[in-house]
């Protein structure tokens, strides 16, 4: 059974800085493409950040840019989001999505077969 966990949310202030983390079981997804979703209360899902099978590809929404970083450790089959600069506008539910085809990443969350439950991110102003 495939599962992937997110942990390393939180309630934070505007300006601090968190990891998430997703850590995957039940297959490897080393040469898979992930990525990371959120979605805010009365909003759809909404891509945050992706990256390739092998990490040198990544992609992110452009309110992130420069503030957001996505990785991966393949051998401990785990995806990393490091979130500085904190705003109240990035407070959403985090999901972690994993594809069984994809390579190179893709920002639309239908072409992402596999999905974390999600952890909570509140950023207060």
């Known amino acids: 059974q495939v599962q992937l966990v997110e942990s390393g949310g939180g309630l934070v202030r505007a300006g601090d800085s968190l990891r998430l983390s997703c850590a995957a079981s039940?297959?490897?997804?080393?040469?898979?493409?992930m990525a990371w979703f959120r979605q805010a209360p009365g909003k759809e899902r909404e891509f945050v950040a992706g990256?390739?099978?092998?990490?040198?590809?990544?992609d992110y929404v452009d309110s992130v840019k420069g503030r957001f970083a996505i990785s991966r450790d393949n051998a401990k089959n785990t995806l990393y989001l490091q979130m500085g600069g904190l705003k109240p506008e990035d407070t959403a539910v985090y999901y972690c999505?994993?594809?069984?085809?994809?390579?190179?990443?893709?920002?639309?969350?239908?072409?992402?077969?596999?999905w974390g439950q999600g952890t909570q991110v509140t950023v207060s102003s």
């Open positions: 999505a994993a594809s069984s085809t994809l390579v190179l990443v893709a920002t639309t969350a239908s072409r992402y077969n596999y």
């Open positions: 039940g297959r490897t997804f080393s040469r898979n493409a």
């Open positions: 990256i390739s099978w092998i990490g040198s590809n990544t």
